[in-house]
């Protein structure tokens, strides 16, 4: 039997993208106005090839990225796990608090996620985590995925997952 090869695969389609408004918390008493960006992704995934010479289904790992970015596209995205801000659910409302001030938004229009803050590590490592749980994953000897998550030119935040 031949040795095992490794391959990374990279995947940067200009479609793997979202819009979303955020706030940086920077401490108790200080956060960034609220603005947006038009985030892009991208994904490297490390894995064996299979004795047909391929590694994985390109096409499902693509749609499976879109589907990720499509979740928090056209949101204010809002951290549920900020220590300086708290998310209250009232009627079709959702008010945050941040230094005793109320910051109302329309339950339709904001995304509570499960992170500490929005920046683009925190996005990044909760793509990655939404990533690994997609059942699609499973049957492929996926060694190693790296998330990147850009909010503008030049500026990238990566988190990486390997096998132990």
């Known amino acids: ?15 793997l993208n979202f819009s979303a408004g955020h706030f940086t918390i920077f401490s108790a008493t200080e956060r960034e106005n609220l603005h947006g960006h038009n985030f892009q ?7 064996v090839i299979g ?15 879109r589907e990720l970015c499509d979740a928090l596209d056209e949101r204010v995205l809002l951290p549920e796990q900020s220590p300086y801000l708290t998310l209250e659910h009232r009627d079709a409302m959702v008010i945050a ?42 049957p492929w000897a996926i060694r190693a995925i790296e998330i990147g998550v850009s909010s503008g030119s030049g500026q990238w935040a990566l988190s990486h997952w390997e096998s132990a």
Do not use: H, W
């Open 97 to 138: 608090r941040f230094a005793q001030e109320p910051i109302p938004f329309l339950a339709r229009d904001c995304l509570p996620l499960p992170i500490r803050n929005v920046t683009i590590e925190e996005l990044a490592g909760l793509l990655l985590i939404r990533l690994r749980a997609r059942p699609e994953l499973a």
């Open 41 to 47: 992704v991208r994904c490297a995934v490390t894995a």
């Open 1 to 15: 039997m031949p040795p095992e090869t490794l391959t990374r695969i990279e995947i940067s389609k200009e479609y």
């Open 51 to 65: 004795a047909d010479g391929l590694s994985f289904d390109y096409v499902s790992l693509k749609r499976v990225l």
